[in-house]
């Protein structure tokens, strides 16, 4: 889903974020900001019944604030009600399951009750940051300073803690696992400081109490147990080769008979003497090839998909392959030429230049935002994602989880100074925008170039 990856900072990027957003481009003065909707105001809390959660419309424009999505995210959501409708539906299904996962006892597991806790610690420090900077703060200095950082980590017992969030941060950091270096250390020692600080001062001055903090708290903590929990149901999603082929028979849309007739009857004309490049030209759909006759140029091991590079690597100079399968689909390739690593230069291994031509496995447009597969494998997909979609609904539907699919968004007017995609200046905010007519989904857009290399 389009907004999911904007829907949490990971912890570790979260530590960086105190001192980034005073780096951040602020509107010019000719600019007009945004007016607060006016529909939006305190809401009061969700439900307290077990195992029940309610949001209103006024909480999901909170929680869209603070998420501090980017200007052409917000204009997007705001202006597409079926977008409204799909994040509502993601906010539903992750509150319902992390639900299920503190019912049996994941937050009480000790490795995630301290990420539980330092996702807390960082909610709120960021909310109290950027206050700051609303009220004039131009550093991060002068909201928490050296000073305090320093007085801080000295304190008894933070040293204990310091050490459980690095070894958190090794264990689940970008180095996955990798030592930390001195200078990384300290490097964490100063950001976690000024967070910790940050997160004092913060419940000092009553920020953790906010309805906007207290929400993103919330949904930052619950994508860390559905996170956990999704886990630990995986071997549940998992399709069956009787799935697999159940699905592959009920969508003809998958079918490969057709594209495998017209590759088995090219490689007939190919091997009875037709030039391979002009068939390459008029039947290959391989873009990148295509008008040069299939030439794909010399290449190395490791440049093409593996399919391909142990056919082309097994040919003789002038042979042409047997018919086979990639990600992209059905190849017929033929070796033009070789060179030992003595003749592609230092340090380079063996290299071939070949032709090929590529026909789909059928008519079905791909995806643009995912990676090439098989019809079987796209079929896996599909079953495994109805599965996991259909046991998430069930606990959605058990866990009594409220969201509404349709909340007021606001729309900023100022125009990005590197014209990422936001809002015109001088269009209007949104309050209760209107719906309008969805996108076509990302299956409907124009495929990406098809070629036999690496992703």
Do not use: C
């Not at 929680?63 to 501090?68: A, E, P, Q, S």
């Not at 996962?101 to 807390?120: D, I, K, T, V, Y």
């Not at 796209?378 to 909340?407: H, N, Q, S, W």
Request: proline share 7%; glycine share 6%.
């Amino acid at each position: 889903m389009f907004f999911k990856r904007y829907l949490l900072a990971t912890t570790f990027v979260a530590l960086a974020l105190p001192a980034a957003a005073f780096a951040q481009r602020k509107p010019s003065r000719t600019t007009r900001p945004a007016a607060r909707p006016t529909a939006v105001k305190p809401a009061a809390k969700p439900a307290a019944q077990a195992g029940a959660v309610t949001l209103t419309p006024q909480d999901m424009a909170l929680v869209i604030d603070g998420l501090n999505f980017p200007p052409n995210v917000r204009a997007r959501l705001g202006s597409d009600a079926a977008e409204r409708k799909a994040f509502a539906k993601d906010i539903r299904q992750m509150l319902a399951v992390a639900e299920e996962a503190r019912a049996a006892g994941f937050a009480a597991r000790p490795e995630l009750a301290l990420q539980l806790e330092l996702s807390r610690s960082f909610v709120i420090a960021q909310a109290y940051f950027r206050k700051q900077q609303e009220a004039g703060a131009t550093g991060p200095e002068q909201v928490v300073s050296q000073a305090e950082i320093d007085a801080f980590v000295k304190e008894p017992g933070q040293d204990k803690q310091f050490e459980a969030f690095v070894e958190d941060y090794r264990k689940n950091g970008p180095t996955k696992g990798a030592p930390v270096s001195d200078e990384r250390r300290a490097e964490l020692l100063q950001h976690w400081g000024r967070v910790m600080t940050g997160k004092r001062k913060a419940i000092a001055a009553g920020v953790d109490r906010e309805r906007k903090t207290e929400l993103v708290v919330m949904l930052q903590q619950a994508r860390l147990l559905e996170g956990a929990y999704t886990k630990e149901l995986s071997t549940r999603f998992k399709a069956t080769d009787a799935e697999v082929d159940a699905y592959l028979a009920s969508h003809p849309e998958f079918d490969t008979k057709e594209a495998r007739a017209k590759i088995d009857a090219l490689l007939k004309r190919a091997r009875a003497g037709e030039d391979f490049s002009a068939l390459a030209r008029e039947f290959s759909t391989d873009p990148g090839s295509r008008e040069q006759g299939g030439d794909l140029g010399w290449f190395g091991r490791g440049v093409m998909v593996k399919p391909f590079e142990d056919t082309a690597f097994g040919l003789k100079v002038g042979e042409i392959s047997e018919v086979f399968e990639s990600p992209f689909g059905f190849h017929i390739v033929k070796l033009e030429e070789r060179r030992p690593p003595a003749v592609a230069g230092a340090g380079s291994s063996e290299q071939v230049r070949a032709r090929h031509i590529l026909i789909p496995y059928n008519s079905r447009p791909r995806r643009s935002d995912a990676p090439p597969q098989s019809p079987r494998d796209e079929a896996r997909t599909a079953v495994e994602l109805e599965k996991r979609e259909r046991i998430f609904g069930e606990i959605a539907t058990r866990r009594r989880v409220t969201v509404p699919d349709d909340y007021p968004v606001e729309v900023s007017a100022v125009v990005p100074a590197d014209g990422g995609g936001g809002t015109q200046a001088g269009a209007q905010t949104a309050t209760r925008p209107a719906a309008s007519k969805p996108k076509p989904p990302a299956s409907a857009t124009a495929p990406k170039k098809q070629s036999a290399r690496r992703p």
